[in-house]
């Protein structure tokens, strides 16, 4: 059974840090595609950051481009999301996700974000 468990969200002020950890089992963790997925109050799921299985290439979406940094370690089977000079308009519950192909990816039940000013 793949299970993906999100930690490190919690509490920030506005220009703090986060480092979200994502741990995955149940799956060939190296060949996924990982990605960092957000959802605010009110507002559809939206696409943070992605990486690819070897790591060798990473994505971001504009809004949080050159402030977190997507990272992951095969061997311990976990992805992480480093978040810095973090905003109110991050306040998000995060969502981890393995994807291999349309009919093998899953989800994590997500970790909450809150960015206070």
């Known amino acids: 059974q793949v299970q993906l468990v999100e930690s490190g969200g919690g509490l920030v002020q506005a220009g703090g840090s986060l480092r979200l950890s994502c741990a995955a089992s149940g799956l060939t963790f190296s060949i996924y595609k990982m990605g960092w997925y957000r959802q605010a109050p009110g507002k559809e799921r939206e696409f943070a950051a992605s990486?690819?299985?070897?790591?060798?290439?990473?994505y971001y979406a504009d809004s949080v481009k050159g402030r977190f940094t997507i990272s992951r370690d095969n061997a311990k089977n976990t992805v992480f999301l480093q978040m810095n000079s973090l905003k109110p308009e991050d306040t998000a519950i995060y969502y981890c996700?393995?994807?291999?192909?349309?009919?093998?990816?899953?989800w994590g039940p997500g970790t909450q974000v809150t960015v206070s000013s």
């Open positions: 990486i690819t299985w070897s790591g060798g290439n990473t």
């Open positions: 996700r393995a994807f291999r192909d349309a009919l093998r990816y899953y």
